[in-house]
């Protein structure tokens, strides 16, 4: 490979969620590959989580959208139709993504809480790096159609694309799942490239993590890195420092994902081969 032409944005999702992330994310930045974070503001330790990255002037901090599976930031009460009977946002995905498409009144409240997430983040005077939502619900045509209307009252300039090439499945039962994947959500992605090209919105060319996702370790991260793409390519991942951080993602590897972060051979890697670390905001 070229130096220089493998760009890589490492990413930590959930950021907020709990201590436990908070403080991988803050590890990982310092002396770790880590360069982005992506921020839930609804969750308990968001608080801590902004603190934190006010002290990392080198760690870019985006909006972890959350429209199911999370903490919402209005009150249950006032978005009914997107909570369950405990307050939060319904973690049935495909019973919300027909909600938000049919339900006008869904739809209303939807957008009131985009809104109301974009504007916490504002309130923390971070810079906004990028947007990117819980479980890729970015997907959903509704969905990204109000975070491109509302973001651009933000200031949004960058936009997970959560596209994942082939290269990443290596075995029988890898290609597997990339293709009981890509089937479903192959032409959503497409549809989102161009929406966002449109929209003259940065996105990254590829991302790495999404078949792997909660089960990357540092032999996977290697792996990975070996048939890394050209161009742009997002590795997202959910670190934290004890398994048990939160009650998303469980059953994720999330201390091992930390780990492979702080490797020094993953940096090695990196170093030998000329891969450059950077943030959406360096995207042009």
Aim: charged residues 25%.
């Amino acid at each position: 490979m070229s130096r220089g032409s493998h760009r890589l944005i490492v990413t930590a999702d959930d950021f907020g969620l709990s201590w436990a992330v908070n403080e991988a994310v803050e590890r990982a930045s310092r002396s770790g590959i880590l360069t982005c974070a992506s921020l839930m503001v609804g969750e308990a330790a968001a608080p801590d989580a902004v603190e934190r990255a006010r002290r990392l002037p080198g760690l870019r901090v985006g909006l972890h959208v959350v429209v199911a599976d999370g903490r919402p930031v209005l009150a249950p009460e006032r978005i009914p139709a997107l909570c369950d009977g405990d307050g939060r946002l319904d973690g049935r995905l495909v019973r919300a993504g027909f909600r938000f498409f049919f339900r006008p009144q869904a739809r209303r409240q939807l957008e009131d809480e985009i809104e109301a997430q974009f504007a916490a983040f504002a309130q923390t005077g971070l810079p906004l790096d990028h947007v990117n939502a819980h479980k890729h619900m970015h997907l959903h045509p509704t969905v990204l159609s109000l975070m491109l209307r509302i973001g651009r009252r933000y200031g949004m300039r960058a936009v997970r694309l959560p596209y994942e090439p082939s290269i990443v499945a290596v075995s029988r039962g890898a290609w597997r799942r990339y293709w009981q994947a890509t089937s479903v959500i192959g032409l959503w992605t497409w549809v989102m490239r161009q929406r966002l090209d449109r929209a003259g919105v940065l996105h990254n060319d590829a991302v790495l993590g999404l078949l792997q996702s909660g089960a990357l370790d540092e032999a996977s991260v290697l792996a990975l890195l070996k048939r890394l793409p050209p161009g742009v390519t997002e590795l997202y991942c959910h670190p934290a420092t004890s398994d048990d951080a939160g009650a998303l993602a469980l059953g994720y590897r999330k201390k091992a994902e930390f780990e492979a972060l702080m490797s020094l051979k993953v940096a090695a890697a990196l170093q030998e081969g000329g891969v450059v670390r950077l943030g959406f905001g360096d995207l042009s």
